[in-house]
């Protein structure tokens, strides 16, 4: 059991974010019965010096901040969240879109001063770039292109919701994902990346965020767009975006380009793997040197990585 809640700790240490018991408990997937068992590990850890304990919060890193860190950070998401919920309505109104869940920090409860407010967007295929197209003209006219509470980074259509990628980072990111609009596609979208039980075995969001409904305005467009003009558009979409996106990073060689972007028919994802693999060798190090330090064997590795493009 050690091992176990220490590979938990360990990840969440890259972030400087100390966890509860009952958070240890979740995310392991290890049943309330068991509580005072974990209890007992936690206490044998700490007094061995392996692990610090603060406040009701566990963690290894060195940083005695970390617990205020976190509680100010809580704080401050919850005050965003509300932003966060109008926002995801809003999106929500837009043709074509599918599903709206909060990603990022926010959705780990938890936001710095200077966090964006991230959302992962699912559309109808065949419309992702229309639909991309009419929310960032939205940003730029009505939020002054501000992403502060407005971050679309990541789409995918309902068709394309498997995520190849299978480790504890992009896990951890899915399985953490907050839906605000249409329940039913989250608990698809899980369903489909069910590989992610391997990490989480039992933790989930819940629906408590949910905004629903869907205005009579964007029945029509989508009906006005539903045919060979909504395809001419969206192909012009998405040529015109991707020459945008590949001219503001100009300065990138057509490697970085393609590493730091996923641009797809059927998918957009901003740097979906340099953080991946910054966040991924700097876990597999901690494991070594926690492993170095206790004696303990954490079991299979969970980093997997991905291969580069």
């Given at each position: 059991?050690?091992?176990?809640?220490?590979?938990?700790?360990?990840?969440?240490?890259?972030?400087?974010?100390?966890?509860?018991?009952?958070?240890?408990?979740?995310?392991?997937?290890?049943?309330?019965?068991?509580?005072?068992?974990?209890?007992?590990?936690?206490?044998?850890?700490?007094?061995?010096?392996?692990?610090?304990?603060?406040?009701?919060?566990?963690?290894?890193?060195?940083?005695?901040?970390?617990?205020?860190?976190?509680?100010?950070?809580?704080?401050?998401?919850?005050?965003?969240?509300?932003?966060?919920?109008?926002?995801?309505?809003?999106?929500?109104w837009f043709p074509f879109?599918?599903?709206?869940?909060l990603s990022g920090s926010?959705?780990?409860?938890?936001?710095?001063?200077?966090?964006?407010?991230?959302?992962?967007?699912?559309?109808?295929?065949?419309?992702?770039?229309?639909?991309?197209?009419?929310?960032?003209?939205?940003?730029?006219?009505?939020?002054?292109?501000?992403?502060?509470?407005?971050?679309?980074?990541?789409?995918?259509?309902?068709?394309?919701?498997?995520?190849?990628?299978?480790?504890?980072?992009?896990?951890?990111?899915?399985?953490?994902?907050?839906?605000?609009?249409?329940?039913?596609?989250?608990?698809?979208?899980?369903?489909?990346?069910?590989?992610?039980?391997?990490?989480?075995?039992?933790?989930?969001?819940?629906?408590?965020?949910?905004?629903?409904?869907?205005?009579?305005?964007?029945?029509?467009?989508?009906?006005?767009?539903?045919?060979?003009?909504?395809?001419?558009?969206?192909?012009?979409f998405l040529k015109k975006?991707?020459?945008?996106?590949?001219?503001?990073?100009?300065?990138?060689?057509?490697?970085?380009?393609?590493?730091?972007?996923?641009?797809?028919?059927?998918?957009?994802?901003?740097?979906?793997?340099?953080?991946?693999?910054?966040?991924?060798?700097?876990?597999?190090?901690?494991?070594?040197?926690?492993?170095?330090?206790?004696?303990?064997?954490?079991?299979?590795?969970?980093?997997?990585?991905?291969?580069?493009?």
């Amino acid at each position: 059991m050690e091992a176990q809640l220490a590979k938990i700790l360990l990840y969440f240490d890259v972030f400087s974010y100390p966890l509860t018991r009952e958070e240890l408990m979740q995310f392991s997937g290890l049943p309330e019965e068991r509580a005072s068992q974990v209890e007992e590990s936690l206490e044998r850890m700490a007094a061995k010096g392996w692990i610090k304990q603060e406040g009701g919060f566990y963690y290894i890193g060195p940083g005695d901040h970390f617990v205020k860190r976190r509680i100010d950070g809580n704080l401050l998401a919850q005050k965003r969240m509300k932003a966060a919920q109008r926002y995801s309505r809003i999106i929500s109104w837009f043709p074509f879109v599918r599903g709206v869940f909060l990603s990022g920090s926010i959705s780990k409860g938890f936001m710095a001063d200077h966090d964006d407010i991230d959302y992962f967007i699912i559309t109808e295929p065949g419309r992702l770039w229309l639909s991309r197209t009419l929310l960032t003209l939205f940003k730029k006219i009505f939020l002054l292109n501000s992403y502060r509470n407005f971050c679309i980074n990541y789409f995918v259509d309902t068709q394309n919701i498997f995520i190849p990628e299978q480790n504890i980072f992009t896990a951890t990111e899915i399985v953490f994902t907050v839906p605000t609009f249409n329940l039913s596609m989250h608990e698809e979208f899980l369903k489909t990346n069910s590989w992610t039980l391997r990490y989480y075995p039992t933790f989930r969001q819940n629906g408590n965020h949910l905004k629903e409904n869907t205005p009579l305005l964007k029945v029509f467009l989508e009906k006005l767009l539903q045919n060979s003009l909504g395809d001419r558009l969206e192909n012009y979409f998405l040529k015109k975006s991707v020459n945008y996106i590949r001219k503001k990073f100009a300065k990138m060689s057509d490697e970085e380009f393609t590493k730091a972007f996923s641009i797809k028919p059927h998918e957009l994802r901003y740097l979906p793997n340099r953080q991946q693999f910054r966040i991924l060798d700097e876990y597999e190090k901690r494991i070594k040197d926690f492993e170095k330090l206790t004696g303990l064997n954490l079991g299979p590795d969970l980093v997997q990585q991905i291969d580069e493009k």
